[in-house]
């Protein structure tokens, strides 16, 4: 059974909307994070989560905005869509935030922003 | 900031056969390097993380790191059908990964 859980899979928003990308982690780690992955573009950070704290923040626009009201939590909340915004984000948890912290994602939930 | 390449583009190997992938990093003074695979809508697999100057080896997969060449290659000894996926090196520093763009790995039976 997956341990971290993104839902939904799959989501269709047009561009001006707003989307909540939900993860929930089971695994019972204390640092969480967003990656994003576009087409054609490698894996990219965006932000990560240690105790519920912002850790650090790579994403340059405020129109992301990550929510974490449990400790095995860390939503992202998209406003004002673009279709640049299309892309796979995926969540990942790990132990800790040091180096020999192996992360664990999930299996990510695909965004289409027309 | 760091930049992650990785090559071949994309790899077709028969089955059993030795399976190579290799990156470089523009920076090599990453705390580790690891290797990840990801099949097709799934998420991402950590297979090797690996420190030092030299080999690291986990199960079928092994991993060579030469920090002076800024370079790291993966080995996928006796690769099967279920290894089919794409490849992605990264490096982690500044408690973050800096991901290349994936090796697609085809084994034909």
């Known amino acids: 059974d997956p341990k971290i859980i993104q839902k939904p899979k799959y989501l269709v928003a047009v561009t001006g909307s707003e989307k909540i990308l939900i993860c929930e982690q089971y695994l019972g780690h204390n640092a969480m994070y967003w990656y994003r992955q576009s087409a054609k573009k490698p894996l990219e950070f965006m932000f990560s989560?240690?105790?519920?704290?912002?850790?650090d923040n790579q994403t340059a626009s405020s129109r992301f905005q990550p929510q974490s009201s449990k400790k095995n939590h860390l939503d992202l909340q998209i406003t004002a869509l673009k279709p640049d915004d299309s892309a796979t984000y995926f969540c990942?948890?790990?132990?800790?935030?040091?180096?020999?912290?192996?992360?664990?994602f999930g299996e990510g939930s695909k965004l289409t922003v027309l | 900031q760091q930049k992650v390449q990785q090559s071949p583009e994309s790899l077709t190997v028969s089955e059993g056969a030795m399976a190579s992938l290799n990156c470089t990093f523009s920076d090599g003074t990453s705390d580790n390097f690891r290797w990840y695979r990801q099949h097709s809508g799934k998420g991402l697999e950590m297979l090797v993380s690996i420190f030092s100057d030299g080999e690291k080896e986990e199960g079928r997969f092994t991993a060579h790191l030469n920090r002076a060449s800024l370079h790291v290659s993966l080995h996928i000894r006796e690769p099967q059908p279920s290894d089919s996926a794409v490849y992605l090196c990264?490096?982690?520093?500044?408690?973050?990964?800096?991901f290349g763009i994936g090796t697609r790995v085809l084994v034909r039976p």
């Open positions: 989560y240690s105790y519920q704290k912002l850790m």
């Open positions: 990942a948890s790990s132990t800790g935030t040091t180096n020999t912290g192996q992360l664990y």
């Open positions: 990264a490096d982690y520093a500044g408690n973050k990964l800096t």
